[in-house]
């Protein structure tokens, strides 16, 4: 089973669906603030009003993810330059670290934050985003992908909607790197990288990279998903060229400072 991610899955959501996952998230998570913000609080708040869901196997992985996301969004602030996320979805982080700069300046209204997404799902899947641990009837390894072009399509109306306490945030719809283009020429002291497959972590990863203010921050959302391995293969191939560290969490996160 541990080398099955799509079985540990099953196992996962058959042993917790009936877990009193509200008890659980308050024993592990009441007591942690960023800033002056209750994280509880805010992590439920931005799940809600961007219709965000977790599935059972992954209500913890992604309750913690979205705390690190937090805590190293709020250590950004104090690093001169712009801010950007490479894979919007619903909105839910943009909002989550939206609210944590509007905590640390009432006046902030999502100056120089750049959200880019093509609003149209997953590009096409190659090999690098396939699971190869499973074999058909003769043994053979056969490539399984878990999503397919199109998949996590949401409207950039409805982004906006949920993002309309912020009205200086920057949008950027259209495909990763082409979409690069349209971006300001600047340092950057954020970004979030959260696009599931190899090819956009990649590009992301050479944009930004050699972009990024002293003291910078590159978050990869992706670097140990079950269901987006490339995500991880696209992000190791990068820092194996530039021969730079980086931080692994057990939440599947990849983190890179640029000291």
Aim: proline share 6%; net charge negative.
């Amino acid at each position: 089973m541990e080398h099955d991610p799509i079985e540990k899955i099953k196992f996962l959501n058959s042993v917790q669906s009936g877990a009193p996952i509200d008890f659980h998230l308050k024993t592990i998570f009441s007591e942690i603030k960023i800033g002056d913000l209750d994280f509880l609080s805010l992590y439920d708040q931005c799940m809600s009003s961007t219709g965000t869901w977790a599935p059972s196997w992954k209500t913890f992985r992604r309750a913690q993810r979205a705390l690190t996301l937090g805590q190293y969004f709020d250590y950004s602030l104090s690093v001169p330059g712009s801010k950007a996320e490479c894979g919007v979805l619903r909105g839910f982080s943009a909002l989550l670290t939206s609210r944590i700069a509007q905590m640390r300046d009432k006046n902030w209204t999502g100056e120089n934050y750049h959200l880019i997404d093509s609003f149209a799902g997953l590009s096409e899947p190659e090999s690098h985003d396939a699971i190869n641990n499973f074999s058909d009837v003769s043994g053979n390894k056969v490539p399984i992908f878990t999503h397919k072009a199109g998949d996590f399509a949401f409207p950039l109306t409805k982004v906006q909607n949920n993002l309309q306490s912020f009205p200086k945030i920057r949008f950027h719809k259209g495909w990763i790197p082409e979409i690069f283009l349209d971006l300001p020429e600047v340092e950057w002291s954020f970004v979030h990288i959260d696009v599931d497959l190899y090819s956009p972590t990649l590009k992301s990863l050479e944009y930004f990279f050699p972009r990024m203010a002293a003291g910078g921050v590159i978050i990869n959302d992706d670097y140990s998903s079950p269901l987006f391995p490339g995500g991880g293969s696209g992000w190791t191939e990068f820092f194996d060229k530039v021969k730079k560290p980086f931080l692994v969490l057990d939440t599947g996160q990849a983190i890179y400072i640029n000291k």
